[in-house]
């Protein structure tokens, strides 16, 4: 795994652990009071639409640390 991807799997794991209702991907209709499947669809669009969102927070806080660590890195060479 490159080291960029493993940064941002610890941030994803990190932001995760900081969830409190965080839900999972429900099978065919399971855990739901309707049988609907329009339901189910939905609900599990907004759970990976959650998810999603985590990662992207990810990358974009591995892409900060990495322009402050570049700003900084050039900050000394001029110096």
């Known amino acids: 795994m490159s080291n960029r991807r493993q940064r941002i799997h610890e941030l994803v794991l990190t932001l995760l652990a900081q969830q409190k209702d965080l839900e999972l991907l429900a099978g065919e209709g399971t855990a739901l009071p309707s049988a609907d499947p329009g339901n189910w669809i ?23 640390v990495d322009q402050e660590v570049n700003s900084g890195l050039q900050a000394q060479d001029v110096d």
């Not at 939905?42 to 900060?64: F, G, H, I, K, P």
């Open 42 to 64: 939905e609900r599990n669009r907004r759970v990976v639409q959650r998810y999603q969102a985590l990662v992207r927070s990810a990358v974009t806080l591995d892409a900060l």
